[in-house]
């Protein structure tokens, strides 16, 4: 009989696992913050339409990636439990799937300008975000896949390669973007159009490293044989988990999408504020983020070999971490607000002083807001561990928009807080979510002993 980890073995194996995918997060959110500052420098216009175009773009790529994020506990209990075709079947499905997905996603991106218009937006603002979402739209399909792929070997615990993967993909974003969007190096002058086309290469160059190195460190999964063949009780399995995953996702960033607005309804300087503590916030969540997958991972494994006492200690352990980079960040936000917010302005900014006043206090806000987030997205990631994710769909949509934004606009507006009441209903939508999900995947836990997952072979 094999003896039981310690806590202490369980820190070493979600460390291992967890600070590449930190990494490779951190490397995701550069991309985005890259094309921001580029856009930025080419011009207010093309950055507006930038802006439109990524946020239609991200949330669309949320939604799609829940195949992906179902993957990899379906593939870490099919690991666990030594069943390679099983393994084989879900990748396999989960790419059917994202394929799927775009495809029926295309015809929107394409003709994106006339709905645009119909939510309010400017004609000549719509028509510059549909020439980007014309060419990331056919860029959704690979990133998709790509997805599915670091997915598949997150669960394998191969997570060295989603890192060095990702960090290579954002320097590659970078130059394609100075290139493309000024016309440097002899390219043509793009701007918006630019952006996009680095995009679709990077999305394209990712999908072909990641299938090279699956075929060339796991040839006996044979991933991407009979790659044609439909196998429709696997990819209704991943579909049952992935739609929830990625409503869930869905609600989340339409909730931060939602408090933006409501930012915006007190001004041009509260919103600046707002967005800087929102990209200062979105990074250090990228620290529980990665630590929610190797939660997800080693969950997974725990549920396909039924052994409760592996569950609960790994999670502990991965709870344990991240109250502990929690607390650190917390310190700096708390210590050093002035400093980090001053590195989004400019010393010439005629609203500098006003935006640092306000963004103080919400980084204030934002310190308590790393414990509510991190404590829900540990949370969803250890029930997704053990293929929980209906019911998690359920409790976000009621904690995020039914609590978090109905407190928002009450402490915001009604009772007058401002900006700081918009981020406290943020944390107490996010803190219940996960006081309940973490509940819940406790309960699962004790139930372990007398239930498993269902077999995929």
């Known amino acids: 009989m094999q003896t039981p980890l310690t806590h202490s073995q369980h820190i070493r194996a979600i460390t291992r696992i967890g600070l590449p995918l930190v990494g490779g997060h951190l490397a995701q ?19 507006a339409a930038l802006v439109l175009g990524t946020t239609v773009f991200f949330v669309t790529f949320l939604l799609g ?68 979402l014309r060419i990331t739209g056919v860029a959704l399909i690979p990133a998709l896949l790509v997805m599915v792929i670091k997915s598949y070997l997150a669960a394998l615990e191969r997570t060295a390669v ?7 993909a954002a320097a590659a974003n970078a130059l394609a973007n100075y290139m493309l969007i000024f016309g440097n190096w002899g390219a043509p002058e793009l701007g918006v159009a630019g952006a996009a086309c680095a995009s679709l290469i990077v999305h394209l160059v990712s999908l072909v490293g990641v299938v090279i190195y699956a075929r060339a460190t796991l040839p006996a999964h044979n991933l991407f044989a009979r790659l044609w063949r439909p196998d429709f009780d696997v990819l209704a399995r991943v579909l049952r988990m992935g739609v929830p995953i990625g409503l869930t996702n869905f ?4 909730l931060f999408a939602a408090s933006s607005i409501m930012m915006g309804w007190l001004g041009t300087v509260p919103l600046a504020a707002h967005g800087i503590v ?5 990074a250090a969540f990228m620290i529980h983020l990665g630590l929610s997958n190797a939660a997800t991972v080693r969950a997974g494994n725990a549920f396909g ?25 917390c310190a700096i936000f708390l210590i050093w607000p002035e400093a980090l917010i001053s590195l989004f302005l400019s010393d010439n900014d005629p609203d500098r002083a006003a935006i640092i006043t306000i963004g103080t206090g919400l980084l204030v806000m934002a310190a308590l807001f790393q414990l509510a987030d991190g404590m829900q997205v540990l949370a969803l990631g250890l029930l997704r561990g053990v293929q929980d994710t209906t019911v998690p769909m359920i409790i976000a949509g009621i904690s995020y928009w039914g609590l978090g934004l109905t407190t928002a606009y009450l402490l915001g ?21 996960g006081v309940m999900m973490m509940s819940r995947f406790w309960l699962r836990a004790d139930r372990l002993a007398t239930s498993g997952p269902a077999s995929v072979s």
């Open 162 to 168: 989603v890192f060095w993967i990702t960090v290579l």
């Open 413 to 433: 507006f009604t009772w007058g807080f401002g900006g700081i009441g918009v981020w406290a209903g943020l944390v107490i939508g996010l803190a219940a979510a």
């Open 278 to 282: 929102l990209q200062i916030g979105t």
């Open 251 to 254: 609600a989340e960033v339409g």
């Open 65 to 132: 990636s829940g195949f992906a994020f179902a993957v990899m506990p379906l593939v870490a209990s099919a690991a666990a439990e030594g069943d390679e075709i099983g393994l084989r079947r879900i990748t396999r499905m989960g790419l059917w799937l994202s394929v799927i997905y775009g495809a029926l996603f295309l015809p929107m991106f394409w003709f994106s300008a006339p709905l645009l218009e119909a939510l309010g937006q400017a004609p000549e603002l719509a028509a510059e975000a549909q020439v980007y």
């Open 29 to 47: 959110f550069l991309i985005g913050l890259t094309d921001t500052v580029m856009m930025g420098w080419y011009g207010v216009e093309a950055l």
């Open 305 to 329: 070999q039924k052994d409760r006492l592996a569950l609960r200690r790994g999670a502990q352990s991965v709870i344990a971490l991240s109250a502990f980079f929690a607390a650190i960040t």
